[in-house]
């Protein structure tokens, strides 16, 4: 009985064993086989602007962001993109960009009431956010799903807390999802977390979607 026990053990731990390799020999394969053909990197000082839309949780408002599409002044010769992606790590680093939002107000003429559209007092200034990912490929064409990780070492935002009247210095730590769709789009899905120099009790959260779209194919674009 002892022998037959032993025999039993021994022949579920082979096939254990066996099926562990295939696992690793599938996953290999699938990884193998949606390795990008070639990284991608990417250094621009023009192009067209990188966008979102987010939620400020604080708030309670739907704001919107642009990236500056041009190194000001252009005689730097800044890049205003960097960007290196593997098949399973990236990096990428913008030069500034800034967050902001509308409000609606009545214009009085006489006696008519006319609805207008501005830019509201909540605004965030970001310079240098740089962003560090992970993840796996899904096609050789240069697509896969990435978690991120994005350090801002400086930003400038003012707070509902004070009606926007002050601007603060402070940095700022966000964690998302990305999906490189193509070499030239990328979608992601940020939570973002902005804090004071001055005081970490001045706090401001975003959550929201962001889009990359590269004008032309990854290289070198605007170097003279």
Excluded at 59 to 65: A, G, I, L, Q, T
Excluded at 75 to 92: A, D
Excluded at 110 to 116: A, N, Q, R, V
Excluded at 194 to 222: A, M, N
Aim: charged share 15%; proline share 4%.
């Amino acid at each position: 009985m002892k022998k037959i026990r032993i025999c039993l053990l021994v022949l579920i731990f082979c096939i254990v064993n066996i099926g562990a390799q295939e696992i690793d020999s599938q996953s290999y394969s699938f990884f193998d086989k949606n390795r990008w053909n070639e990284n991608i990197f990417d250094l621009r000082i023009i192009d067209i602007p990188q966008a979102g839309i987010l939620y400020c949780v604080d708030d309670s408002n739907v704001v919107y962001r642009v990236s500056t599409p041009i190194t000001i002044p252009l005689l730097f010769i800044l890049p205003i993109n960097v960007t290196y992606y593997t098949s399973f790590w990236g990096i990428n680093c913008l030069l500034a960009d800034v967050t902001f939002g509308f409000k609606s107000v009545i214009l009085y003429m006489g006696e008519s009431e006319i609805p207008f559209i501005i830019f509201s007092d909540s605004i965030v200034v970001r310079a240098l956010p740089t962003e560090i990912c992970g993840g796996i490929p899904l096609s050789p064409g240069g697509m896969g799903i990435y978690a991120s990780l994005e350090i801002v070492p400086f930003a400038l935002f003012n707070h509902s807390k004070e009606s926007y009247q002050i601007m603060y210095t402070g940095f700022g730590v966000s964690a998302g999802v990305k999906y490189v769709i193509s070499r030239n789009f990328e979608l992601g899905l940020k939570f973002e977390n902005y804090f004071s120099y001055s005081s970490i009790e001045i706090w401001k959260k975003y959550v929201g979607l962001t889009f990359k779209y590269r004008l032309f194919e990854p290289g070198y674009y605007g170097i003279w």
